[in-house]
């Protein structure tokens, strides 16, 4: 808690104790003679002081009695504390309307009621005053456990998409190879996407949420680069239904999805990938289709692919309860779908 804030409560506590002090006043319900002299409100000042003495006195040795190694200390101290508050509280009192009110020594007799009343007012406050602070740090404990997991969140997704760098690199890295061992002019294009793709994931991906149109434009820069080893100029299908305007996404989050339909997708078909993007005004609807490459054995390839763990991880930690991933597995293709709601 900010100690604006703190210092609110105490301030509001305080202004709550003097409103019950004239509360009598308020409604009448006090007698004249006290009113004489201002001895009421004299009553209410040295009050007042010696409840901020005892209530600033428990509220900064609490914490400390707390560290005790057996609690069962606590209690035993507390009601210590109490008789001692009291003791020195009541002289104080007894001289204050001796000496600075000038009181008839007839009215200052010591009785044991006063005693008791002190300590009653004493036992009164301190509760006020532990209930207070615990509940201020209390308050502070449970924000600082929320920065602890948000700063461990936030390292978790850092690793997370950092495990898909590398990945990512080294596929596209043997794909130029590729061109370049073939001689193909289409290499120089290729190292540009690269470059291209690069700049976004070192200089524009560095930060929680970017634009959706800047993730839109990673992702056709991955597909373009792609496609320079394939043949079929049609092979993928992309679009985008609905605004862009001011749509924001997790970056690098879709990237992964359409990477294993390219590792994992038959090649002998047109469209052979099909990846739709609907931005509806709630939600964002990211599909990704793509036929299955069979292995030697005829068996359809596992075409979960590198990582999905760790995207369903990172989605979870990045939309927590406001997303939803469904995986479609049949004998001919694999879909993915992912809702993300605003």
Do not use: C
């Amino acid at each position: 808690m900010k100690n604006k804030y703190k210092i609110l409560v105490h301030v509001l506590f305080w202004i709550y104790m003097l409103n019950q002090a004239f509360f009598p006043v308020y409604i009448n319900r006090i007698d004249t003679k006290y009113l004489q002299d201002y001895i009421y409100l004299k009553d209410i000042f040295i009050t007042t002081f010696f409840n901020i003495f005892v209530f600033y006195t428990v509220y900064f040795i609490i914490p400390n009695v707390l560290k005790f190694s057996r609690k069962w200390y606590v209690f035993p101290f507390i009601i210590v504390l109490a008789f001692v508050l009291s003791a020195i509280r009541l002289p104080l009192e007894i001289a204050y309307w001796k000496y600075l009110v000038k009181l008839p020594a007839s009215e200052l007799q010591f009785q044991y009621e006063w005693f008791w009343a002190t300590l009653k007012y004493t036992v009164i406050i301190s509760i006020y005053a532990m209930l207070i602070r615990f509940s201020i740090d209390w308050f502070d404990s449970q924000k600082y456990k929320d920065e602890l997991i948000k700063e461990r969140q936030a390292g978790e997704i850092a690793l997370l998409r950092s495990q898909v760098n590398p990945h990512f690199l080294f596929n596209t890295l043997n794909n130029i190879y590729s061109l370049v061992y073939n001689k193909s002019d289409e290499a120089p294009e290729a190292v540009m996407k690269l470059s291209s793709i690069m700049r976004y994931m070192l200089y524009d991906s560095n930060t929680d949420f970017v634009a959706v149109n800047k993730e839109v434009e990673y992702l056709n820069s991955f597909i373009e680069l792609q496609q320079l080893r394939i043949t079929q100029k049609g092979f993928v299908e992309i679009k985008v239904f609905g605004s862009m305007e001011n749509r924001t996404i997790a970056p690098m989050l879709l990237i992964p999805f359409v990477e294993n339909a390219f590792k994992h997708g038959e090649k002998n078909h047109e469209p052979g990938i099909i990846i739709h993007l609907n931005l509806e005004t709630e939600k964002l609807i990211f599909t990704v289709e793509n036929y299955i490459k069979r292995n030697p054995t005829g068996t359809n390839e596992e075409s979960g692919g590198f990582g999905l763990q760790n995207i369903k991880r990172r989605l979870g930690l990045l939309y927590p309860d406001k997303h939803e991933l469904k995986i479609n597995l049949t004998e001919e293709k694999y879909k993915i779908e992912l809702t993300i709601l605003n």
